[in-house]
């Protein structure tokens, strides 16, 4: 292994571009401690000369949101022939759809809370209010507000008066053109990391999130210490766990994610599980939940990540 050497791809020009830094430093180390020769590269116009003239044995896609998950760098990626970790450009652009991820999860039996999709240009066209009246009236209150693409839950915010909408339907669509309202689904907030082994994936232990608000794990509450526990693994009985790991599995399997995934999940008080979305680029922060995962599981991040290159360059 200390032969090959790898491009980390960080930063970017995301809204994540500083959590993808921080990401992208981390796995660095967690390489570097198992024997492999690491470069951090940005995302940025020099990308494409770095790629033809000092080509990497791989490269690791460190970059949250934007074109670091939405399959853009994965095409160019893939254009050039340059083996990388993570998922191809195609399943990327189809986890990145939320509400096209929930759907063909949800035609596949899985199971995730009723939904509705908004564009901004429905408020335009038909009225705010009658649109925020019916939304109501199909989906009922509280309802979860999130951009339909994006990640780190820039813009979700929780409604549980009618009369919070018009503000949250504003914040929202700061983040995007596109609304995915979901019915609120009150539960115990867990994550599931899926690794491709030799055998094919598997679930690392579920980690559960309490975050200090009680209520929504935003992005202040992603990455500022101190303002959301975790338990990892979560504290779920035997089959509920085993539940939200074949969610995840299932999840990674049907949308043709590759290497590394993140199902995000609520359990209800009577087990039931449901699926929220899916990460194909998981943060890899000091309060990020794929690291925890990986140690709950009594599992090395360098190792792992040695291993799925190790899988890229022999694909």
Known sequence: MS???????????????????????????????????????????????????????????????????????????EMFGVPYVGTDSRACRRAWDKPIAKAELARAGLTTPEWVVLPHATFRELGAQPVLDSMVRSLGLP????????????????????????????????????????????????????????????????VEIVPENGEIYDYTSRYTAGLTDFHAPARLDAAAAKSVGELAVAAHRLLGLRDVSRTDAIVTADGTVQFLEVNVSPGLTETSLLPMAVEAAGESLGEIYAGLIERAVSR
């Not at 660095?28 to 951090?40: C, D, M, P």
């Not at 018009?166 to 690794?195: D, H, K, N, S, W």
């Open 3 to 77: 032969e090959r050497w790898v491009a980390v791809l960080a930063g970017g020009l995301s809204h994540e571009r500083e959590v993808s830094l921080r990401s992208g430093r981390r796995l660095s180390a967690a390489l570097r401690s198992v024997g492999v020769t690491v470069e951090e590269w940005d995302t940025d116009r020099g990308l494409l000369t770095r790629l033809q003239e000092h080509r990497p044995d791989a490269v690791v896609v460190a970059l949250h949101g934007g074109e670091g998950e939405n399959g853009s760098v994965q095409a160019i990626l």
């Open 143 to 206: 309802l979860m507000l999130k951009p339909d693409q994006g990640g780190s839950a820039l813009g979700a915010q929780v409604v549980r008066d009618a009369s919070e909408l018009p503000t949250a339907m504003v914040g929202c669509l700061a983040y995007g053109e596109t609304v995915l309202a979901e019915q609120y689904i009150e539960g115990t907030e867990v994550a599931v990391v899926v690794i491709d082994g030799p055998d094919g994936p598997y679930a690392l232990p579920p």
